[in-house]
């Protein structure tokens, strides 16, 4: 009789988990990378989001930036979006979130019970006939392949992998069919007009390479610290030196980006100065704040507790893209993620046994 794979998974990882103990030297996932033929490439490409362009921003300016990383060739996207999970759990436990329920859950839903209806499933539903249908695409896929693949995205609650497969459709394709209902047709239509980096450039990459979908690797889990500790954390973002670090000059350039990308030339000049790798000025100011925020007198702690929630959610983003990572091992991955999260994800994804980063800095040449 074979053993289940969960107990063989767990007798492997307690013998690696105690292997180390008879090594002088410390474990370090990194010691094993030379074990590994082809590493997994990742790049994460520090973004400013969209959504502060001033009112006549046109997306074409993107271009270069695409057409980089185009060039670099990624076979598969992650953006800084919830996953379906996700937003379904904020929204079952909405209580305990009230706020971020309805910050990031109820758009997202709405689309989804819009969609529900169209293929006849619930969210989880949807997202395990979204994964079967992947399983067996085809390599020519049918305008009615797609069609029903981005409603069954749509209902899942994973809109932007939708919009991979409406942007693949020709014009004429983006037909209310196959599980698209003329108000969902609608919806997509409008969420393609988006000012968000996840759609103008993770989704439009994804369907210029002929990805099937991205892969959302955000999470809020751990906004109930700070909502349980709101008053607190107002009152200690209030005080005057703390003001004084969050408005230090060397964060103007970061603060400033999305006013900055109003021609092609301006484009490629910000992502490089917001991926200019282990930039002295970027390590000067992570430095003042975490030493601000993490002091030595114990009278305060709301600056620590801050800090924890922000590592929380950069460790359960690290940890999405290392669940996505596992199914490209030896491939070329990019995450499309909020500047201020680089720093930590380099950080993390550093320490895993098959990765190693790309320099973005190359890239966007």
Same mark, same amino acid.
Request: hydrophobic share 45%.
């Given at each position: 009789?074979?053993?289940?794979?969960?107990?063989?998974?767990?007798?492997?990882? #307690?013998?690696?988990?105690?292997?180390?103990? #008879?090594?002088?030297?410390?474990?370090?996932?990194?010691?094993?990378?030379? &074990?590994?033929?082809?590493?997994? =490439?990742?790049?994460?490409?520090?973004?400013?989001?969209?959504?502060?362009?001033?009112?006549?921003?046109?997306?074409?300016?993107?271009?270069?930036?695409?057409?980089?990383?185009?060039?670099?060739?990624?076979?598969?996207?992650?953006? @800084?979006?919830?996953?379906?999970?996700?937003?379904?759990?904020?929204?079952?436990?909405?209580?305990?979130?009230?706020?971020?329920?309805?910050?990031?859950?109820?758009?997202?839903?709405?689309?989804?019970?819009?969609?529900?209806?169209?293929?006849?499933?619930?969210?989880?539903?949807? *997202?395990? @006939?979204?994964?079967?249908?992947?399983?067996?695409?085809?390599?020519?896929?049918?305008? !009615?392949?797609? =069609?029903?693949?981005?409603?069954?995205?749509?209902?899942?609650?994973?809109?932007?992998?939708?919009?991979?497969?409406?942007?693949?459709?020709?014009?004429?394709?983006?037909?209310?069919?196959?599980? +698209?209902?003329?108000?969902?047709?609608?919806?997509? $239509?409008?969420?393609?007009? $988006?000012?968000?980096?996840?759609?103008?450039?993770?989704?439009?990459?994804?369907?210029?390479?002929?990805?099937?979908?991205?892969?959302?690797?955000?999470?809020?889990?751990?906004?109930?610290?700070?909502?349980?500790?709101?008053?607190?954390?107002?009152?200690?973002?209030?005080?005057?030196?703390?003001?004084?670090?969050?408005?230090?000059?060397?964060? &103007?350039?970061?603060?400033? !980006?999305?006013?900055?990308?109003?021609?092609?030339?301006?484009? &490629?000049?910000?992502?490089?100065?917001?991926? !200019?790798?282990?930039?002295?000025?970027?390590?000067?100011?992570?430095?003042?704040?975490?030493?601000?925020?993490?002091?030595?007198?114990?009278?305060?702690?709301?600056?620590?507790?801050?800090?924890?929630?922000?590592?929380?959610?950069?460790?359960?983003?690290? !940890? $999405?893209?290392? *669940?996505?990572?596992?199914?490209?091992?030896?491939?070329?991955?990019?995450? +499309?993620?909020?500047?201020?999260?680089?720093?930590?994800?380099?950080?993390?994804?550093?320490?895993?046994?098959?990765?190693?980063?790309?320099?973005?800095? @190359?890239?966007?040449?």
């Amino acid at each position: 009789m074979r053993a289940p794979a969960v107990v063989v998974t767990l007798f492997v990882v #307690s013998v690696l988990a105690i292997a180390p103990l #008879s090594r002088a030297e410390p474990f370090d996932p990194r010691d094993y990378q030379p &074990l590994v033929k082809h590493l997994t =490439r990742v790049l994460v490409l520090g973004m400013t989001h969209l959504y502060g362009t001033p009112k006549e921003w046109d997306p074409d300016v993107l271009k270069p930036l695409l057409d980089r990383l185009a060039a670099f060739g990624p076979d598969a996207i992650m953006i @800084e979006a919830l996953p379906g999970e996700s937003i379904d759990a904020l929204w079952r436990y909405r209580r305990v979130y009230p706020e971020v329920a309805t910050d990031y859950a109820v758009r997202y839903m709405d689309m989804a019970a819009l969609a529900s209806t169209g293929v006849q499933m619930d969210a989880p539903q949807a *997202e395990a @006939e979204a994964r079967k249908t992947l399983a067996t695409w085809p390599e020519q896929p049918t305008a !009615a392949n797609r =069609r029903h693949l981005a409603a069954l995205f749509a209902a899942s609650g994973d809109p932007t992998s939708a919009l991979v497969q409406w942007w693949q459709l020709a014009p004429g394709e983006r037909m209310a069919a196959d599980g +698209i209902s003329a108000p969902l047709q609608k919806q997509l $239509n409008a969420l393609a007009g $988006n000012r968000n980096e996840g759609q103008l450039i993770g989704a439009r990459l994804a369907a210029r390479l002929g990805l099937p979908r991205v892969y959302p690797i955000d999470d809020h889990s751990a906004d109930d610290v700070e909502i349980a500790h709101s008053a607190d954390m107002e009152t200690y973002f209030a005080q005057p030196w703390v003001q004084e670090v969050l408005n230090d000059p060397r964060f &103007l350039p970061m603060k400033n !980006a999305a006013r900055n990308l109003n021609t092609p030339e301006q484009v &490629l000049e910000t992502y490089r100065m917001l991926n !200019a790798g282990h930039a002295r000025r970027d390590a000067e100011v992570i430095d003042r704040y975490l030493r601000r925020m993490l002091p030595r007198d114990e009278s305060d702690l709301t600056g620590r507790t801050q800090i924890a929630t922000l590592e929380t959610r950069n460790l359960r983003q690290v !940890a $999405n893209i290392r *669940e996505v990572a596992s199914q490209y091992p030896g491939r070329k991955l990019l995450v +499309i993620i909020g500047a201020s999260h680089k720093p930590w994800l380099h950080a993390y994804l550093s320490m895993m046994t098959d990765i190693v980063l790309v320099d973005a800095s @190359e890239i966007l040449r």
